[in-house]
T-cell receptor, first 113, second 113 residues
Framework: GDSVTQMEGPVTLSEEAFLTINCTYTATGYPSLFWYVQYPGEGLQLLLKATKADDKGSNKGFEATYRKETTSFHLEKGSVQVSDSAVYFCALPTQGGSEKLVFGKGTKLTVNP | DAGVIQSPRHEVTEMGQEVTLRCKPISGHNSLFWYRQTMMRGLELLIYFNNNVPIDDSGMPEDRFSAKMPNASFSTLKIQPSEPRDSAVYFC???????????FGEGSRLTVL
């Protein structure tokens, strides 16, 4: 079935370091792809999305490009801040449409000053 | 606008007791989702509703779990009887339309002793 696999964490970086969190997917067709973020003690919230191949989603300095050839949607940020410390989830809709959203296991990021 | 509202935020109970978690989705949203989050299993979809009708409950672990949505502004997730392995954070999320962004509540942290 449709699924996402993201890199295991935790990831610890110093402020202003470059961030990459890998995500690959298995899907029928070309579904939309999402990154959600969960800050401590909160629910998940949408960070960015891409709806078709070669699309780039971006928000708050984060970017991810929908790569059909490599079935990937890696999350990147050029210079992380302490406030980016959170858990990041890759997700895609399953069941051939957009009814259910399936999430990866999450990658915990800690940014130290 | 108010977000998704969940109650209680924290619940500690003893094994065998009934637990009821509540959710008020965002007004105007027609889909509602219940997720469970644990360290071991990540984020699991338990059940979702469209227009108050349960569409897919294949994620509900067993008969001890039940969910209802009597109207567009309220849903409950009930566990009876509760067991220690049910300890988790339970999230409710709502969505305005198919393929749209999921909005999550802050979660209900359940501890079963």
């Amino acid at each position: 079935g449709d699924s996402v696999t993201q890199m295991e964490g935790p990831v610890t970086l110093s402020e202003e370091a470059f961030l990459t969190i890998n995500c690959t997917y298995t899907a029928t067709g070309y579904p939309s792809l999402f990154w959600y973020v969960q800050y401590p003690g909160e629910g998940l919230q949408l960070l960015l999305k891409a709806t078709k191949a070669d699309d780039k989603g971006s928000n708050k300095g984060f970017e991810a490009t929908y790569r059909k050839e490599t079935t990937s949607f890696h999350l990147e940020k050029g210079s992380v801040q302490v406030s980016d410390s959170a858990v990041y989830f890759c997700a895609l809709p399953t069941q051939g449409g957009s009814e259910k959203l399936v999430f990866g296991k999450g990658t915990k990021l800690t940014v130290n000053p | 606008d108010a977000g998704v509202i969940q109650s209680p935020r924290h619940e500690v109970t003893e094994m065998g007791q009934e637990v009821t978690l509540r959710c008020k989705p965002i007004s105007g949203h027609n889909s509602l989702f219940w997720y469970r989050q644990t360290m071991m299993r990540g984020l699991e979809l338990l059940i979702y509703f469209n227009n108050n009708v349960p569409i897919d409950d294949s994620g509900m672990p067993e008969d001890r779990f039940s969910a209802k949505m009597p109207n567009a502004s309220f849903s409950t997730l009930k566990i009876q009887p509760s067991e220690p392995r049910d300890s988790a954070v339970y999230f409710c999320a709502s969505r305005r339309q198919l393929g749209g962004e999921l909005f999550f509540g802050e979660g209900s942290r359940l501890t079963v002793l």
